[in-house]
């Protein structure tokens, strides 16, 4: 067994930029880094889950165009348009030219990134490094010593200085076919009937994701044909299928937002304040509380922004001071709140496509998401108060509003609710277990009526990712030696459980030395994403950039430019002089990487 210097464990997006950054420094890290192993436990290399065709299906559309993807060594456009017309139908791709602001299959997607990793490996065997690729090789343990670090895989050991980890998507609940129930959509083929089967039932869909619309997309175009009118996309079920209904179960009863025209089609975190304003925010007690970042750095954008976009309603209330984030939320949740989600979908359906067809820009969603993600990298600023609210108010007003939707999916969605073959239902959705029965119950509660049970032949969790606490995070060894511990953020206005809210729950909260913390979920990492251990010590050697293990620390992360934001970082740390081996970055320190590096 050799001793390698630096392994990635896995090799789907993540990992695909962090070589791509490694590739831009070659001459400094291949000092350090010449021999790289990539471990995946699939058996190809750099495509990602949600772009694997084990994974996904044909009809599934990504929901970023090639415009909006952070830079590899050629446009995902510049790829496509180079493809021959056969290669492009296997990846249902049939209208011409190609487009850059056109969304194109989750299918197209992972072939690119597929091609770009091979481009990226075959550019650092030419400078010099020596890449070793694993396939079909699942690390199921990793171990440190002194000197090394040690993964396991496949039985078999092997030692590093240096471990990146980038595993993807993770789901803890597990399937139960026998009574219809799916922990998670995929891989996908396991709920798609065989080719002389239809379903002719209805089926419970929990969440009106992105995920969702896939399961909803690839069993319509199974379940009957869509066909393009002079009134729009129509479509009628097969006469087998007679009876199906696809019923999604949304927590506010919302849809997304569909796409709209963009300025800047990347994010940056200095788009709307720099560094010396956001730590200038920073108060006594070394919190960035989210009102004050609300009114110092939200406040005067949002403001800019409805100026821009004519609405003179909005920028009126937010010159008031007293109209807070909490305000804001409620009037334009309330703006997107409809009696029927689909009738209010087709009305958004004319703004946003005057917004994508006519290069006419909605500015106050292009400058949330801006300043979202700005606080995203500096969460751990945040006390557990803001923890919460982000967590109970924000996110789930954001994840609507910057979802996304595709206009062709929602176009497919409006024709199903017209052919009366979905249907919407809001309210807290809980699974009912140890029923002796093959079908799928779940209790539906809101507070505007009685609770109510309803029961299904097929029932799809589309939920989203798991948050990985430390029960399933998938290397125990160093769980078990105190090296990973949870993620955590300290109370400003509480001293003692007395001291908090009744709605607090009380498993989440753990008093160190005289203080409280709220337990944020997922693991504790410093702001250049090395491990943190129970004692609060660093680990150098691993650094994990999995979103699913992260999350308490980094609320707001997702889509393919947090990953090459999250790669982007982890790599300047290693080229910081200012960052020490075994002091944990905060950050002040990481916030100069975020100044000087034009990308983020």
């Not at 078999?156 to 993807?168: D, H, M, Q, R």
């Not at 790669?567 to 100069?592: A, F, G, Y």
């Amino acid at each position: 067994m050799s001793t390698l210097r630096l392994a990635i464990i896995g090799s789907g997006p993540t990992a695909l930029y962090c070589l791509k950054h490694i590739l831009d420094h070659e001459t400094v890290l291949i000092k350090d880094f010449q021999n790289i192993t990539i471990f995946e436990s699939g058996n190809k290399m750099g495509v990602g889950m949600p772009y694997n065709a084990e994974t996904t299906d044909k009809y599934n559309l990504s929901n970023i165009s090639s415009e909006e993807i952070p830079e590899l060594t050629q446009p995902f456009a510049n790829w496509l348009s180079i493809q021959d017309k056969e290669s492009l139908k296997a990846l249902n791709i049939t209208s011409f030219p190609i487009d850059d602001s056109k969304v194109y299959s989750r299918l197209a997607l992972g072939a690119y990134f597929h091609s770009q990793y091979n481009e990226i490996i075959h550019r650092l065997k030419r400078a010099g490094f020596n890449i070793k690729e694993l396939i079909n090789s699942p690390v199921t343990d990793i171990k440190v010593n002194n000197k090394s670090v040690t993964l396991v895989s496949q039985k078999i050991n092997y030692f590093f200085s240096k471990v990146l980890i980038s595993t993807g998507h993770h789901w803890k609940d597990v399937d139960k076919p026998s009574t219809g129930y799916f922990a998670t959509p995929w891989p996908i083929s396991k709920i798609i009937p065989k080719n002389t089967e239809y379903y002719n039932f209805e089926i419970g869909i929990l969440g009106a994701s992105l995920s969702a619309f896939d399961v909803v997309t690839s069993l319509a175009h199974r379940h009957g044909e869509f066909s393009t009118t002079k009134e729009g996309l129509k479509y009628r079920l097969y006469e087998d299928a007679k009876g199906l209904k696809f019923i999604l179960h949304a927590l506010n009863g919302w849809l997304p937002h569909l796409q709209y025209e963009q300025i800047e089609p990347f994010r940056k975190i200095y788009r709307h304040t720099n560094r010396e304003h956001i730590l200038s925010l920073i108060n006594d007690n070394g919190f960035l509380r989210i009102e004050t970042f609300f009114d110092a750095v939200c406040r005067p954008a949002l403001i800019k922004a409805f100026e821009k976009d004519k609405n003179i309603e909005l920028q009126n209330l937010l010159s008031n001071d007293r109209f807070g984030c909490q305000q804001f939320i409620d009037t334009m949740a309330k703006n997107h709140t409809y009696i029927d989600s689909f009738k209010g979908m087709e009305l958004e359906m004319i703004k946003a496509r005057d917004s994508v067809e006519n290069d006419n820009p909605i500015h106050w969603m292009e400058t949330l998401d801006d300043v979202m993600y700005c606080l995203n990298f500096h969460a751990e600023l945040l006390s557990a108060e803001d923890h919460l609210f982000l967590k109970k108010e924000i996110k789930p007003f954001l994840m609507n509003v910057i979802a996304a939707l595709p206009l062709d999916s929602a176009e497919i969605l409006i024709a199903l609710y017209k052919a009366d073959v979905i249907d919407l239902i809001a309210g807290n959705v809980e699974r009912i277990e140890n029923l002796n029965t093959d079908k799928t119950t779940i209790e539906i509660t809101t507070d505007k009526r009685p609770r109510q049970t309803k029961a299904y032949d097929m029932f799809i969790n589309c939920s989203g990712n798991d948050n990985v606490e430390l029960a399933n995070y998938p290397f125990q060894s160093i769980v078990k030696s105190g090296i990973v511990s949870k993620a955590k953020a300290k109370f400003e206005g509480a001293h003692s459980i007395n001291d908090l809210d009744q709605s607090i729950d009380r498993n989440h909260v753990v008093s160190i030395k005289n203080d409280l913390f709220l337990l944020t979920g997922g693991i504790e990492i410093d702001a250049a994403y090395r491990l943190l251990s129970t004692t609060g010590k660093v680990q150098p050697t691993i650094h994990n950039l999995s979103f699913t293990h992260t999350l308490g620390c980094r609320p707001y992360s997702y889509g393919l430019q947090a990953c090459n934001a999250t790669s982007s970082i982890v790599i300047q740390s290693w080229l910081s002089p200012e960052i020490n081996e075994k002091s944990i970055v905060t950050p002040q320190i990481i916030s100069k990487v975020y100044q000087n590096n034009r990308e983020l």
